[in-house]
């Protein structure tokens, strides 16, 4: 049986997808549970202690301890300085507004993913004047090369188990943010990194994160860790047929609990739901 995982970011109370989430990944083999609070703007110690009480009134069990990955830095900047050695980081000072004229100023700019791709406006800078800009205390992320990162680790797999055998395509990301200052290191490069510490062996999550497989296996090259299978499932989506989500106010595991909701009702709904988002 396959190791799976869940893994909420602290930053609101848990709604019915999350439910289906974790529900989906404790089917799929033994999951364990971590929270992902890098961004710690928003991420709260109460939504975290939400978490654990959602899970355990909706009878799903995990290992302990929980990993946190803001107790994982040290981890994470080992994966950078990795990188950095292999000569695939290169320092950007470019802020948004930076780049978002820059792309305009282009005319037609390619777009991602994400949007509009970043142009590689500080890729080109010479090692002396990277040195002295950083000297200087200028802020900037640090960004993967991406052109060479592909150029050393072309024709690259992975399974997705609803959609089959996939080539990763990373490039359509351009040269993504692995860290920047107010948050030391990246979802892609965190989740990297954490999956293999865990030894997960088949990531389930959302199909809104199918895309982000593409710049994970291309780290996972990079950085020499193994390659787990995938199933990115479908989302619950409200009646406006768009996803889920704590920004526009999904009801809450834990509204629907204290209303006297059962978690037997709350699994049924998810049931519901999931066969009628396929429709």
Avoid: N
Wanted: hydrophobic share 35%.
């Amino acid at each position: 049986m396959a190791r799976t995982r869940f893994a909420p970011s602290p930053t609101g109370w848990l709604h019915l997808g999350h439910a289906a989430s974790a529900l989906y990944a404790s089917r799929r083999g033994e999951m364990v549970l971590r929270i992902e609070d890098i961004d710690r703007s928003r991420c709260r110690a109460e939504f975290e202690t939400g978490i654990y009480e959602d899970l355990a009134w909706l009878g799903i069990t995990f290992p302990t301890p929980v990993v946190r990955q803001s107790e994982r830095w040290a981890e994470y900047e080992c994966a950078l300085s990795r990188l950095s050695e292999e000569g695939l980081l290169f320092p950007c000072f470019c802020t948004r507004a930076d780049i978002k004229r820059e792309v305009e100023g282009a005319g037609v700019a390619p777009h991602g993913p994400d949007g509009p791709v970043y142009p590689g406006t500080c890729r080109s800078l010479s090692s002396q004047e990277r040195s002295e800009r950083m000297a200087a205390g200028e802020a900037y992320a640090l960004r993967l090369d991406m052109a060479e990162s592909v150029r050393r680790f072309a024709s690259l797999l992975w399974h997705d188990d609803v959609r089959g055998e996939q080539r990763a395509v990373p490039e359509l990301f351009g040269d993504v943010v692995l860290a920047r200052k107010d948050t030391p290191a990246s979802y892609h490069l965190c989740v990297t990194v954490d999956d293999a510490a865990q030894e997960i062996g088949l990531v389930t999550r959302g199909e809104d994160l199918f895309e982000a497989t593409h710049v994970h296996r291309l780290l996972q090259a990079v950085l020499g860790l193994p390659t787990p299978g995938y199933s990115h499932h479908r989302l619950l989506t409200g009646e406006d047929g768009k996803k889920l989500s704590k920004r526009d106010g999904a009801a809450t595991l834990r509204a629907m609990r204290e209303s006297g909701v059962s978690a037997a009702e709350v699994r049924a709904m998810v049931e519901v739901e999931g066969r009628r988002s396929k429709e």
